[in-house]
């Protein structure tokens, strides 16, 4: 009877080189600007964001990406993310209106 070889089990962990530490020292602040006009990049980022600025309703965002862009399959998961995008890029963003 043959016997049954143990295999070597995988631990995941990566080995190699390591990813060098960041240069960055201190806090770095936000600075508050306007967001690019939206003739400036026509896109549904942009057109969404300038939107949201304005404190337009995630479904108004929906219904008005959608006239202007067609093929768009913007969701309200898509809206959520470009706010959150915003408030990480140090605009004051309004609250999510309901609609």
């Known amino acids: ?12 962990k990566k ?20 967001y690019p006009p939206f003739g400036e ?4 980022g942009n057109y969404s964001k300038n939107m949201i600025l304005r404190g337009e309703s995630t479904g108004t965002i929906i219904k008005n990406v959608v006239k202007k862009f067609p093929d ?12 959150g995008r915003l408030e990480s890029e140090g605009f004051d963003v309004p609250a999510a209106a309901a609609g």
Do not use: D, E, L, Q
């Open 1 to 12: 009877m043959a016997t049954k070889k143990k295999s070597k089990k995988k631990t995941g």
């Open 15 to 34: 080995t190699g080189k390591r990813k060098a530490p960041s240069k960055r020292t201190g806090k770095v602040s936000k600075k508050k600007v306007a």
């Open 41 to 44: 990049k026509k896109n549904i």
């Open 72 to 83: 768009s399959k913007i969701n309200a998961v898509a809206v959520s993310y470009y706010r």
